[in-house]
């Protein structure tokens, strides 16, 4: 970011469009650049000015993006450790029940968070354009919907100095904030969907089908160690593949050939 706004800081006089301040739109043109909100207020006017902008758009993305998101899982873990204890406030929750609890339902509370967050950066930024930009309010609702999307159209934006100092912060966080709330909606679908196969696992009665599936060796019984293995691949759990690579590996552990291992085929094992 900081190379970018010196490109366009020194290439200011090729840039067109509403200005303020020099390093300041420098600064927010690098932000709705790289976010792709591109509002059309500040454009290049110059063929140099035009590749930078094309560079930028990439490179910043892809470097911005990958800074932020690492940023956004931190911030939405730290969130989820005072929502489990707001939720639990009037019990006896300690550190370890807590980080239990959100183990447990860690893509359920980390949506949560995103979802509130995400609010919060709505309503902040619709106050800010109707106090300070002087916007009607459903033009700040509209602007804050067009730029977190990073639709654009550019009819409405920041134009003061305070206002493109208070975009440069608010740009990067709710437009990654979006991005994280969706990710966190197709998690919660996909656990969801797991979750009712699992239930529907155990709900169900074991055939005598299901017996003969699960008897890994052949043997015409079934071990607690077979059935827990047949029921993690009903649920989706493991695959036949993670299986067999485990097998695999124990087969050459076990250099007696006694299909059990002991210290003295780890030892064999390490010796060859």
Request: aromatic fraction near 10%; include cysteine; charged fraction near 20%.
């Amino acid at each position: 970011m900081g190379l970018g706004t010196i490109c366009f800081y020194t290439t200011r006089t090729q840039i067109k469009g509403d200005k303020t301040n020099g390093i300041l739109d420098a600064l927010y043109f690098c932000v709705v650049t790289m976010t792709t909100v591109g509002y059309g207020d500040l454009v290049p006017n110059s063929d140099l000015a035009k590749l930078l902008a094309c560079a930028f758009v990439f490179t910043g993305m892809a470097l911005v993006g990958l800074v932020l998101t690492k940023a956004a899982d931190y911030l939405a873990e730290k969130q989820e450790i005072l929502l489990v204890k707001a939720l639990h406030m009037n019990q006896k929750v300690g550190e370890l029940q807590v980080l239990k609890e959100i183990e447990t339902n860690r893509v359920k509370y980390k949506f949560y968070t995103t979802l509130i967050i995400l609010v919060v950066l709505i309503l902040s930024g619709t106050i800010f354009l109707y106090k300070v930009e002087n916007l009607g309010l459903v033009d700040s609702f509209y602007c804050v919907c067009s730029t977190i999307t990073t639709l654009g159209y550019g009819d409405k934006s920041f134009s003061t100095e305070g206002g493109r100092i208070f975009a440069v912060f608010w740009i990067l966080a709710s437009t990654i904030c979006l991005a994280q709330f969706f990710l966190y909606v197709a998690e919660v679908n996909t656990e969801n969907r797991q979750r009712a196969l699992v239930k529907w696992v155990l709900g169900r009665r074991t055939t005598n089908v299901d017996l003969e599936a699960a008897d890994i060796d052949d043997n015409g019984v079934v071990g607690a160690a077979e059935f827990v293995l047949f029921k993690l691949k009903e649920m989706g759990k493991i695959c036949q593949q993670d299986i067999s690579v485990i097998m695999e590996e124990f087969e050459n552990l076990d250099v007696d050939q006694s299909g059990t291992l002991s210290v003295s085929d780890i030892s064999e094992a390490q010796i060859c």
